[in-house]
């Protein structure tokens, strides 16, 4: 099969997609409607006491935030609710019977994961659009972001679920983890509205450096320079890439 099996990866890519566009209503558009609600309340709450932010509209600048919320909270729910229900349900030996070396399998689900992010992206930047005078001023920054911070939450979803033991250990993580560092990560607001060392606390939080880097491809301007949050970024991944790359060459808590 040569040094990459690409017909089984195919396959695999086709059963992650698959697996959501089923439902597509709950997985694609279930979500729009979530961050247009988001969207209408706080611009309804914050929008007159908040005229402008980084010299847009307080509707301008949360927008672009709240599409990369979007994209995160599917990415990790996509790959973490694939793993975990293949091993609650014990098909996980359909997954590591055939011939495809742990790069493959991995790859598979991220990618997957990464095509519902982005397509969940899509649709709400779209949806946003008809409400919000968004426009993009660097497509390479939004597409670099965006498809960072989906690969990031997917290999984060994907290591969760393959540590859990039931739907509780997720969920734990996704109420814990992942809202959190979400909610205060400069979705809402601009860190130089916080204190000093609010601001430092912010900077520490990787999830900042994805918002921050995708709303600068939408508003020109970031709140912390554009290469830390690429190096941030990219560098996150390379870790979680190869603790998920380890995870399935040694089959931790997968082949017991």
Not at 38 to 44: H, I
Not at 132 to 150: D, K, L, R, Y
Not at 161 to 172: C, E, L, R
Request: glycine share 8%; hydrophobic share 55%.
């Amino acid at each position: 099969m040569g040094r990459v099996n690409w017909i089984g990866l195919w396959t695999h890519y086709q059963k992650e997609v698959q697996r959501f566009w089923k439902v597509a209503f709950q997985t694609l558009f279930a979500p729009v409607v979530t961050t247009l609600l988001f969207l209408a309340v706080f611009s309804l709450a914050l929008g007159r006491s908040v005229e402008t932010v980084k010299d847009v509209t307080f509707e301008v600048f949360l927008a672009p935030g709240l599409i990369v919320f979007a994209i995160i909270q599917n990415s990790f729910a996509n790959t973490s609710s694939s793993m975990l229900i293949l091993k609650i349900q014990g098909s996980i030996v359909d997954l590591l019977m055939p011939p495809l070396t742990p790069g493959e399998l991995a790859f598979g689900f991220i990618a997957g994961s990464v095509t519902r992010g982005v397509l969940v992206g899509l649709l709400v930047g779209s949806a946003m659009w008809l409400f919000t005078p968004i426009e993009i001023v660097n497509p390479w920054i939004v597409i670099f972001h965006a498809i960072g911070a989906s690969m990031m939450l997917s290999l984060l979803g994907l290591i969760t679920a393959i540590w859990a033991d039931k739907y509780d250990n997720v969920a734990s993580i996704t109420n814990f983890v992942i809202t959190p560092l979400s909610f205060l990560s400069g979705t809402f607001y601009s860190i130089d509205r916080l204190p000093a060392f609010w601001q430092t606390v912010a900077q520490l939080n990787p999830f900042f450096y994805m918002i921050d880097g995708f709303r600068a491809g939408f508003i020109g301007t970031s709140d912390a320079p554009l290469w830390v949050g690429v190096v941030v970024v990219g560098g996150l991944n390379v870790i979680l890439w190869t603790i998920c790359h380890q995870a399935f060459a040694r089959g931790w808590k997968l082949k017991n």
